[in-house]
């Protein structure tokens, strides 16, 4: 995938990036900051910040959808008479 430093163009992004649901949390906010920081230098042709736009849209998904499933993880950890234990979680 291109480095996201202003010397490269987004126009191929959309054909050689990964699929943001195979990516971890810590690399999907990478990109989505690399992202972010490239469009606040407002050097990107429209076509480009478009598409650029939604794939900062789909990486923002998934970090929120990991935050979420982590979040549920942590809340089914409670603290019994032999220390931490896991219980299913209570939704709704």
Do not use: W
Request: charged share 30%; hydrophobic share 40%.
């Amino acid at each position: 995938m291109p480095e996201l430093d202003g010397t490269h163009t987004f126009a191929a992004m959309s054909h050689d990036a990964r699929d943001p649901s195979q990516l971890s949390f810590e690399d999907s906010l990478s990109e989505l900051e690399k992202i972010v920081a490239h469009l606040e230098r407002g050097d990107v042709a429209l076509a480009d910040s478009i598409r650029i736009y939604k794939r900062g849209a789909a990486l923002k998904a998934r970090c929120e959808a990991q935050l979420k499933d982590a979040q549920l993880e942590v809340d089914q950890i409670v603290m019994g008479p032999n220390g931490p234990k896991t219980e299913p979680a209570k939704l709704g």
